[in-house]
């Protein structure tokens, strides 16, 4: 059975730092893409960042030179760095991969002024 647990999330001031992580389970999670996404309220899920297997990112425009995607093969974990958080990035922020479907439960992450 294919489990992505997401933790991190929380409460933060504006610029300040908040870091995610997803631990994956019952899936090969180094051969899989992986990807954060966010859905806001009233609005749609979107990509956020995204990790191939072989660590290349890529990232939305919105959080460039404030997020960084990163992954560690070893513990089967995904991380986000988020770092300049402003009140727009508040949102539920999701785990999935990229490869084979699957999505974690989501993490609160709320940013206020």
């Known amino acids: 059975q294919v489990q992505l647990v997401e933790s991190g999330g929380g409460l933060a001031q504006a610029w300040g730092s908040l870091r995610l992580s997803c631990a994956a389970s019952g899936v090969v999670f180094s051969i899989n893409a992986m990807g954060w996404y966010r859905q806001a309220p009233g609005k749609q899920r979107e990509l956020v960042a995204a990790i191939t297997r072989g660590a290349s990112t890529n990232y939305a425009d919105s959080v460039k030179g404030r997020f960084t995607i990163s992954r560690d093969n070893a513990k089967n974990t995904l991380y986000l760095q988020m770092n300049s958080l402003k009140p727009e990035d508040t949102a539920v922020y999701y785990c999935?991969?990229?490869?084979?479907?699957?999505w974690g439960q989501g993490t609160q992450v709320t940013v206020y002024s």
């Open positions: 999935h991969t990229l490869s084979s479907g699957y």
